[in-house]
């Protein structure tokens, strides 16, 4: 089983930065694919980026450039999130999936290929 634990979320200004973390507990000889989803209110989940067991990452066109995700260590995943914009605003989930070399990491991974989820946490950007 795997848990997962998002923490950094906040109300910021228009223009400023945030760091999401998502701490990671589970089997430590598995690998996964994890990702960051953002909802918006009213929307559907969409994924912004994902990051591999290889360390190779991947990101939604609407975030490249500006948000930057990294595996810290053995069990924390990080979003780097700079340049934030009001349409950045909701709840953002960190996800997973068992991940092997060659297996599929994109963001673009639809959400039910995760099957494990944290709570969510909130990121309100004003203007």
């Known amino acids: 089983q795997v848990h997962l634990a998002e923490s950094g979320g906040g109300s910021v200004e228009a223009g400023t930065s945030l760091r999401l973390s998502c701490a990671v507990s589970?089997?430590?000889?598995?690998?996964?694919?994890m990702a960051w989803f953002h909802q918006g209110q009213g929307k559907e989940r969409e994924g912004v980026a994902t990051?591999?067991?290889?360390?190779?990452s991947s990101y939604a066109d609407s975030v490249k450039g500006r948000f930057i995700i990294s595996q810290d260590n053995a069990n924390t995943v990080s979003l780097q999130m700079n340049s934030l914009q009001p349409g950045d605003t909701g709840q953002y989930f960190c996800?997973?999936?068992?991940?092997?070399?060659?297996?599929?990491?994109?963001?673009?991974?639809?959400?039910?290929?995760?099957?494990?989820w944290g709570q969510g946490t909130q990121v309100t950007v004003s203007t």
């Open positions: 990051i591999d067991g290889a360390g190779s």
């Open positions: 996800a997973a999936v068992k991940w092997s070399r060659g297996a599929y990491c994109l963001s673009r991974l639809p959400e039910d290929s995760y099957p494990y």
């Open positions: 589970g089997d430590p000889d598995m690998t996964y694919c």
